[in-house]
């Protein structure tokens, strides 16, 4: 598939504009999960209620995007235009993103996410849609371009996807080189 043109971009840009700031104004209100503008939905949000943090948007085409709030700064979008494409199939879940905190993909099935971080502490993640967010260390979230691209050592953490009944589907790590 060709890459969208420029201004294909520059449309899914504008709508999540005004999407994020819908959803950045509901989210004060307490209704943000039920925001959607020009196809756009809410997925999973790592730092709910703060100035930064991250969101999974996606949009009834198909495209999906990750949106970065910074506190005092414009938002940022990591577009995929034909999804992001993990496959869910082995493990019901699939990482799209991480560093701080992990955003992703379940499949149907799945009920519950949860992880357990380097102490032993479960964190449950939070499940919207077909998406997730799961708030655990990670170690020092990259701060430049090169520190997104160099190579790090996650923590070793076990994530446990659980089914209908409560049923275990996958129990082992959550990062997989």
């Known amino acids: 598939m060709a890459p969208p043109r420029d201004e294909v971009v520059a449309e899914w840009i504008e709508e999540l504009t005004a999407f994020t700031e819908l959803y950045r104004a509901a989210e004060t209100e307490g209704s943000a999960e039920a925001v959607s503008h020009a196809g756009w939905h809410a997925g999973a949000r790592l730092g709910p209620d703060t100035a930064s943090g991250r969101l999974l948007a996606y949009n009834e085409s198909g495209v999906e995007a990750e949106c970065v709030f910074r506190e005092g700064e414009r938002t940022l979008f990591n577009i995929m235009s034909t999804g992001y494409g993990n496959d869910t199939t082995e493990r019901g879940f699939a990482v799209w993103s991480s560093r701080p905190g992990v955003l992703g993909a379940i499949d149907a099935g799945v009920t519950r996410l949860e992880v357990a971080d380097t102490d032993g502490v479960i964190v449950p993640a939070d499940i919207v849609a077909h998406t ?3 708030d655990v260390d990670l170690g020092p979230a990259p701060q430049t371009v090169d520190e ?12 446990r996807v659980y089914g209908e009944g409560d049923t275990l589907r996958y129990e082992g790590p959550l990062l997989i080189r």
């Open 148 to 159: 997104v691209f160099a190579p790090w050592e996650p923590p070793e953490l076990t994530v």
């Open 132 to 134: 997730f967010a799961v």
